[in-house]
């Protein structure tokens, strides 16, 4: 069975830093690539971050460019974010979420934890 | 960037109706759309892809429709399970883009 456990999140005051964690199961996590997407209370879904399986193609929303990293470690079966500088507008609910395989929909979510920025 | 549009916003139905959601996008994305299922609190769950394939395990009342430009996501007949909030995403382009969401509610 597919499983994401995400950890990390929690309330961080304007221009603080941040590191999201992932634990994957159930699958053979290095053939496929990994997304961080974020949901804003309220809103649709916004996808934040993809980081392929080899961990040396990546690509951010222009949102998000510059100040937050993505990374894997495939040898522990993990995915990260470490988020900087971060402002109000970050403020959303973060899931990490599997790509289905060859094309960019996500058929594996985990639970999902809050990142509020707030002073 | 894709902008994509969904309508309505919200949706008032009964138990047992045929309910349609339209997704609208803002440049040809062929049939790269899937179709997500929220629940309040929960992750979106996956129902269909490519425009009309429906995720393994998903019911079959589940049926989506279209190419280009205006897709439909339809429920041939609405079960208690149901009432949720009902996303379009295009993976056509980066950056992959999200609709704003409809929310199916009990009339």
């Known amino acids: 069975e597919v499983q994401l456990l995400q950890s990390g999140g929690g309330l961080v005051q304007p221009g603080g830093s941040l590191r999201l964690s992932c634990a994957a199961s159930?699958?053979?996590?290095?053939?496929?690539?990994m997304n961080w997407v974020r949901q804003a209370p309220g809103k649709g879904p916004e996808w934040v971050s993809v980081?392929?399986?080899?961990?040396?193609?990546?690509f951010y929303a222009a949102s998000v460019k510059g100040r937050f990293t993505i990374s894997r470690d495939n040898s522990k079966n993990t995915l990260s974010l470490q988020m900087n500088s971060l402002r109000a507008e970050d403020t959303a609910t973060y899931y990490c979420?599997?790509?289905?395989?060859?094309?960019?929909?996500?058929?594996?979510w985990g639970q999902g934890t809050l990142v509020a920025v707030s002073s | 960037d894709t902008q994509m549009t969904q309508s309505p916003s919200t949706l008032s139905a009964s138990v047992g109706d045929r309910v349609t959601i339209t997704c609208r996008a803002s440049q040809s994305i062929n049939s790269w759309l899937a179709w997500y299922q929220q629940k309040p609190g929960k992750a979106p769950k996956l129902l269909i892809y490519?425009?009309?394939s429906l995720e393994s395990g998903v019911p079959s009342r589940f049926s989506g429709s279209g190419s280009g430009t205006e897709f439909t996501l339809t429920i041939s007949s609405l079960q208690p399970d149901d009432f949720a909030t009902y996303y379009c995403q295009q993976y056509n382009s980066n950056p992959w883009t999200f609709g704003p969401g409809t929310t199916v509610e009990i009339k």
């Open positions: 979420a599997k790509d289905w395989g060859v094309y960019r929909f996500f058929d594996y």
């Open positions: 490519k425009a009309s």
């Open positions: 980081i392929n399986g080899g961990g040396d193609r990546i």
């Open positions: 159930g699958f053979t996590f290095s053939n496929y690539a």
